[in-house]
């Protein structure tokens, strides 16, 4: 759940950056997917490490 909602902020947030820089298409689409694998991986260490305080 972390993960999918890490990669869904993270494209908002990298596309919104690269729009705001005055960037074209393929740079907010290339901010985009770049943010969101950063994001779903913090997301991955999030749930791991809330499962393994579970356990």
């Known amino acids: 759940m972390f993960v999918l909602v ?3 902020l993270g494209a ?3 596309g919104l950056q690269a729009k705001k820089s005055g960037g074209k298409k393929a740079d907010i ?3 985009g997917v770049v943010f969101a694998m950063i994001f ?3 997301g991955l ?3 791991l ?3 393994r305080m579970a356990l």
């Open 45 to 47: 260490f999030v749930t």
């Open 40 to 42: 779903a991986i913090l």
């Open 6 to 8: 890490g990669a869904v």
């Open 49 to 51: 490490i809330i499962h």
């Open 12 to 14: 908002l947030i990298g």
């Open 29 to 31: 689409l290339q901010y």
